[in-house]
């Protein structure tokens, strides 16, 4: 019966190959930023309404998230098991869809029409959830205080990447606005009335500089001052910045983030300048993958000719910090990654590129075709009687 219905699936995949493949071009020719993706949004619910699934957005009070529904309903029968595709659609600042989430949204999409046209069969409830702000502001973090996974028995999304690798082990990531205000003044007549804020961050980063030779291996801090003062004959009042501080599991990250904190405090203090630090969205946690649908999935993507053997270092993707670990905590979950190909690595101006173009509409049938066999399997295996 699987494989009747995994080609069934297949069969409905390649039907609406046009509508996808449009999808992720008119995403990635207009990239917007996270909380600000109201064309993105509006255009995946949409593709999603006009193939049958119940459409709620704004979603759980966010208003570029949303929850697209096929089956269940008061009218259904009592479902055994609940699918959950995550669709991401933000982009990065300067760099565009230069993460492929116009591949991500599109994928999910697929993947949920496909899985819908056997799902009655199955008494399966297909859900799609929209997810903004994945990109530093943890727009699934957001949701899942809201309740929005609370009903899902399996979540799973695949990403791209310039290969192919099958578990996410992503970073645990705190992510910070620093602020340091100082005192304004005239730097060649008065320079002793002013409290030099850039001061302030050249310590703190020096300190930090200092301190990662005793950080482990694994431990990341990194970050871009975004303010740095006016006019070079008047010592800067205030300097800005964003920092992520990155490390292998939540318990980890919260040490390391105490130690990374009196960076900021040592350039505070040495300065004279008031530090303000203020969370950008919650906490990213570690992965907690599904061992037995990531296998599945990882079957299902070879039967479509993908391969895993790829390098270590370029697969080294599969390490970067991402929301969906947040989920993971709540609900089986997976997170692979799928390869475009190319010379360029995620977030490089070059990926961006790659994410439209043969090869990335290959990668997105194949993973829309692998999603929906994946979810089947796990259905399959797991519905409740």
């Known amino acids: 019966m699987s494989d009747e219905l995994k080609l069934r699936i297949a069969a409905r995949r390649e039907s609406i190959d046009a509508e996808l493949i449009g999808l992720s071009e008119a995403l990635h020719a207009d990239p917007e930023l996270g909380w600000e993706e109201h064309r993105s949004s509006a255009r995946v619910a949409g593709l999603l309404a006009r193939h049958g699934f119940a459409v709620e957005q704004p979603y759980l009070g966010l208003a570029t998230a949303f929850r697209a529904v096929f089956g269940g309903g008061l009218a259904a029968p009592e479902p055994r098991f609940t699918v959950g595709f995550l669709a991401e659609y933000d982009a990065l600042p300067g760099l565009g869809h230069a993460c492929g989430h116009n591949l991500i949204a599109a994928m999910s ?18 859900e ?24 899902l028995d399996f979540a799973l999304m695949a990403h791209p990447a310039p ?32 409290v030099n804020a850039n001061d302030a961050f050249l310590i703190a980063q020096t300190a930090i500089a200092l301190l990662r030779q005793q950080l482990p291996p694994s431990a990341r801090v990194h970050g871009v001052q ?26 980890e990250l919260l040490a390391l983030e105490k130690r990374v904190l009196a960076c900021f405090e040592a350039g505070a203090l040495a300065s004279g300048a008031r530090l303000t630090v203020t969370p950008e969205g919650g906490r990213y946690a570690e992965m907690r993958s599904d061992r037995e649908a990531q296998e599945l999935y990882r079957s299902n993507a070879l039967a479509l000719g993908r391969d895993f053997t790829a390098d270590p270092g370029a697969a080294a993707m599969n390490r970067a910090s991402t929301d ?28 961006a590129q790659a994410c439209v173009g043969p090869a990335a509409e290959q990668a997105l049938r194949d993973g829309a075709t692998a999603l929906a066999w994946t979810a089947l399997d796990v259905a399959i295996r797991r519905s409740r009687t």
Not at 164 to 179: C, K, L, N
Not at 324 to 351: K, R, T, W
């Open 226 to 251: 975004t303010r740095g003062g006016e006019a070079p004959n008047a010592i800067p009042e205030r300097t800005e910045g964003r920092w992520y501080v990155r490390a292998e599991t939540t318990l």
């Open 128 to 151: 799609v959830i929209g997810t903004p702000a994945e990109e530093g502001y943890g727009g699934k973090i957001e949701l899942l205080e809201r309740g929005a996974f609370a009903e």
């Open 324 to 351: 969906m670990g947040n989920v993971s905590q709540l609900v089986d979950a997976i997170h692979p990654y799928i390869g475009v190909g190319g010379e360029a690595s995620n977030h490089q101006p070059g990926f």
């Open 163 to 194: 290969v192919d690798v099958a578990e996410a082990e992503p970073f645990a990531v705190a992510h910070w606005h620093i602020r340091y205000d100082g005192r304004a003044a005239h730097a060649a007549a008065y320079p002793e009335r002013g």
């Open 109 to 126: 999409a697929g993947a949920a029409i496909a899985l819908a046209t056997v799902a009655a069969d199955l008494g399966i409830v297909v």
